[in-house]
C-alpha cells in the first residue's frame, strides 16, 4: 500500500512538470507580419519595407515586421508596390496590426490583350477600344515589325483592335473578348501575293489549281489569299519573253511575296502567207551546223501565226510544210523583250531536202542563246 502511494506522488508530479513546461511556450513573443495572396493567373513582384519577393500565382508571400516599428502604435499604414500581368494599382498602402497577420488578396484587375505582328510589313499605330467608345490613343511609340508583340492590360469587355499598316493601310479587328484573369492572344497576319510584269508583252499566271489570269504588260496584281489556300502555294507563270516557271510559296515561313517578272528573252513569230499547212519548224542558235529538234507542237495554217520565246542573240529558222516545201532563214537578230516576225511565202519556198545540217556558210557565229520554248 506505501508503494502504491509513493508511484502515485511520483506521476503527480511528472505531470505538474509537463505543465508548467506547455505554459512556457505559450510565452513565446506575438509576430506582426502581412500576409500576401497572389490570386491572380500569373507571377507577381512585391516590394514592401524595401524587401521585394516573387509570389507564383495562387501562392502567398508572408513578410514579419520590426517589432520596433510599432513601440506606440498598435497599427500603422505600409506603402508597397505589386507588378503583374494583371495588375493595374501598383502603388498601395495596407494597415498593418501590431502583433497579428494583416492578410492581403491580390486579384486580377483585368484581362490581357497579346498582339502579336506576323505581316510582312509594320504596325504603326495601334488603337484598342470598345465598341461604343472613340478610338482612343496609339499604343506604341515605335513601329511593330514582323514578329514583334505588345501586350495590354484592359478591362473586360469586348474590344475592337485597330491597326495602321506602314503601308498606310487601315485593318480592323472586331469583337475581341477580354476576360478578367485571362489572356486573349490576336495574331495580325494575312497571306498576300502580288507581282509586276515588267514586259512589253501580257503574261499568264496561275495559283495552285486555279484557272489562267493574265497580268497587262507593265501592270502589277495583289491579291489576299483566303482560306482556300494552304499555307504551301504553287505560282505557276508563262509570257511571250519569259520562261515558263513554277515557284513554291510558303505562307508558313512568310507572310508576303512579291514578284517582279522582268524579259528574260524576245520572240520568234512564224506568219504562214501561203495556201499550205506549215507542219515543222526548227529554231537554232546561229553558231549551231545542226538544225536541231522540231520546235512545232501542231500545225499553222494558212493566215495564222505561231510565236517561240528564245534567249537574246543570233538565231536561225527553218519552216516546212505539207506540201514538201521548206524555207530557211539566217542570222535573225532577237533583243530581251521584242519580237521579230519570219514570213513564209511562196516566194520564199525552195524543195525539201533530207539534210539536217545548215549551209556552212551561216553558222561560223559566236555562241548566242540555246533556249528555245514554244508560246
Not at 483592335?161 to 503601308?167: A, C, G, M
Not at 501542231?298 to 510544210?321: C, H, M, R, Y
Amino acid at each position: 500500500m506505501k508503494k502504491l502511494l509513493i508511484l502515485m506522488l511520483v506521476l503527480s508530479l511528472g505531470l505538474m512538470f509537463i505543465g508548467c513546461s506547455d505554459d512556457d511556450d505559450d510565452n513565446t513573443p506575438a509576430v506582426t507580419r502581412v500576409s500576401i495572396k497572389n490570386s491572380t493567373s500569373a507571377d507577381i513582384q512585391v516590394l514592401i519595407d524595401d524587401v521585394d519577393g516573387t509570389i507564383t500565382a495562387g501562392e502567398t508571400w508572408s513578410y514579419t515586421f520590426n517589432s520596433e516599428m510599432f513601440v506606440n502604435e498598435d497599427e500603422i499604414p505600409v506603402d508597397y508596390t505589386v507588378t503583374g500581368l494583371y495588375v493595374a494599382t501598383t502603388e498601395r498602402t495596407v494597415t498593418v496590426l501590431k502583433n497579428q497577420t494583416t492578410p492581403v488578396d491580390i486579384v486580377a484587375e483585368g484581362g490581357i490583350i497579346t498582339l502579336r505582328n506576323d505581316y510582312y510589313f509594320a504596325i504603326d499605330d495601334v488603337r484598342i477600344y470598345t465598341n461604343n467608345a472613340n478610338t482612343g490613343a496609339n499604343l506604341i511609340s515605335t513601329p511593330l515589325a514582323t514578329g514583334d508583340s505588345i501586350v495590354v492590360l484592359k478591362d473586360a469587355a469586348t474590344y475592337t483592335i485597330q491597326i495602321r499598316l506602314s503601308t498606310e493601310e487601315i485593318e480592323f479587328m472586331n469583337n475581341v473578348q477580354v476576360t478578367d484573369n485571362q489572356t486573349t492572344s490576336v495574331v495580325y497576319d494575312k497571306h498576300v501575293f502580288s507581282a509586276t510584269n515588267n514586259t512589253a508583252s501580257g503574261i499568264s499566271y496561275r495559283l495552285d489549281n486555279e484557272s489562267l489570269s493574265t497580268i497587262a504588260a507593265s501592270e502589277s496584281i495583289e491579291r489576299e489569299l483566303g482560306e482556300d489556300f494552304a499555307d504551301a502555294v504553287e505560282f505557276y507563270y508563262n509570257g511571250l519573253y519569259i520562261f515558263d516557271q513554277t515557284i513554291n510559296l510558303d505562307f508558313d515561313a512568310q507572310s508576303y511575296y512579291h514578284f517582279d517578272l522582268d524579259a528574260q528573252g524576245g520572240a520568234i513569230f512564224v506568219v504562214n502567207n501561203t495556201s499550205d499547212n506549215i507542219t515543222e519548224v526548227y529554231i537554232s542558235p546561229s553558231s549551231s551546223s545542226s538544225w536541231g529538234p522540231d520546235y512545232m507542237p501542231s500545225t499553222i495554217t494558212p493566215g495564222n501565226q505561231f510565236a517561240w520565246t528564245v534567249q537574246e542573240g543570233l538565231w536561225d529558222v527553218k519552216i516546212v510544210d505539207d506540201a514538201g516545201f521548206e524555207a530557211e532563214i539566217y542570222e535573225i537578230q532577237i533583243n530581251l523583250n521584242e519580237s521579230e516576225y519570219v514570213d513564209y511565202g511562196d516566194d520564199k519556198k525552195t524543195r525539201k531536202t533530207s539534210t539536217s545540217l545548215k549551209n556552212k556558210a551561216h553558222y561560223n557565229f559566236p555562241l548566242g542563246g540555246t533556249k528555245v520554248e514554244a508560246n
